[in-house]
């Protein structure tokens, strides 16, 4: 299968380190780049069209939900998760509104991709 | 923007390693200082925190300036005070209650994290707000029309259906109706009923006692209680399963509701105004919608028009988009007139939503800028031809746009733009001339709307000439269905 090009936003760089790692061993991701706030966000999915982005919902400057409301202004945009601390309806519904395809809560970071990946091949083959 | 950084202001030196460690682990960047001399204002605005957080204010002249500062903002972020100088401060800087909360030191973890999830929450909240158009925006005859119904509706409590496609700007709408009513002092609660996850639901309509459930650790609200006297938005109604339906159905009737977890009553005076993007009449006959929810919303209906059928508000929409860009401090963006003019032609699925998150996108990528038709992603050019020098575009996503726009009988041909610049490998000549004549042809048909013999004036040629290359190019084909289009 062909690995998802992805790409890692989060304003905690032990966190992209961290996140790097648990995914590592996924052979569904292609990790292609790494940014700190929404606007790295926007900006390198213009540059490099990755296939997914999982990306921080509070950064400085600008957050994740502004952030994939613009990048998926864009042709083609990628599919987007977000990660937040805080998991509760109401953030999962903001989430949802700004366009995001999948959220996720950051303490089970890892089993959370795993079954959002599963959801999206699902969905891609129908 | 839903922020990360959190500011902390303690004299107490020795406590501020405490706060940055705990922030730290609750993913929040803490900024420490242990006065508020050392921040300097200029170079922020209140929204760069998320919550302030306030132990021993040290010196009373530079956190008085700081607070004045901060106040100018309306929507400044919250304070969380140490509750031993949680009283001295508010009375001291008469902060509004709702904007101060009190905490526990040495901090307790859970309580912490519950004031920070709140004040994420509020401040999405406010980046809705912020992004919202007051309106609707517009002075074409269907927006005139829905201005007209809202004016008619707003004062009686009558349930309003608002139905429209997606991003058509029906919460636009259903807040419009809350303004002109007389419950414009009381809140207006908008909840999404397709972003909720059934299973969630009906404890964020009707609100949980403590225990109901697993992870009802403290009893909440609903949002039917906090809308109480003001008015309840349920957006997407028509993607609320069907057992939620009849909970509805009977908040509506009886204007009663239970918590979940409780079997006491309690009574609800919320004007409802649901909305969706679905034909609910279509949602009856398939099942997946009551009948006789329908007729209890169906009150009294408006619809809002697609972006698509009113092009002729986009200069305004457009306007008033930057408008609110500046206004909060995102930048700004100009325009050029051959932008509006292809985002004219284009079919906006998304609607207005799909225009603001362009125009902002425009302001993020393209700063200060006067933006061009070269600058607008694809979808947007998809009729146009754009001829733009080289150097501003990767040379594969020009060649995209080219082969994309129809205008490449040949690889060699993306060199169109180029011009005069032979590149290294050489061009062929033929269809490099080609490509470059095919783009000003289309581009001054476009510019004289599709009439030939304006656009052959345009290009000081003879009207039989150019019916030829328009043959020889392919061109007719499309000049026929633009004049369909334009008929239909």
Partial sequence: MKKMKTLLIDDNKAFVVLARHLLAGNGQIDIVGEGYDGFDAVRLSEEIRPDLIIMDLAMPGMGGLQAAR?????????????????????????????????????????????????????TAHV | MSESRVLVIDAQAERLPVFGSILHFIDHSPVLVESAEEILLEQHRPQDWLAVIVGDIGDGAHFGRFVEWLKRDRYHPPLLVVASQYDTLLDRYSFDRSACMALDYPVKYPQLHEMLRRASLLRMDQDMRSMRLAGPTGNSQAVRRVRRLVEQVAAFDTTVLITGESGTGKEVVARAVHELSTRRDKPFVAVNCGAIPSELLESELFGHEKGAFTGAITARKGRFEMADGGTLFLDEIGDMSLPMQVKILRALQERTYERVGSNRSVRCDVRVIAA??????????????REDLFYRLNVFPIEMPPLRERLEDLPLLIDDLVAGIERNGHGSIRLGADAVHTLRAYHWPGNVRELSNLIERLAVLHPRATVGTQHLPQRYRAGTVVVTPAEELPEERHDALIASAGLAPSPQASSVAALSQLPPEGVDLKNHIEGIEMALIRQALEQSSGVVAHAAKLLNTRRTTLVEKLRKYGLTRELAMDSEQLSA
Avoid: M
């Fill in chain 1, 70 to 122: 613009l990048i998926k202004a864009q042709d083609h945009p990628p599919r987007i998760v977000i990660a937040s601390h805080y998991d509760d309806a109401a953030h999962r519904e903001f989430a949802a509104q700004s366009g995001a395809d999948g959220f996720i809560n950051k303490q089970d970071y890892e089993h959370h991709i795993g079954q959002l990946l599963g959801q999206f091949a699902e």
């Fill in chain 2, 276 to 289: 969706t993007h679905r034909n609910l009449e279509d949602s009856i006959i398939k099942g997946s919608f």
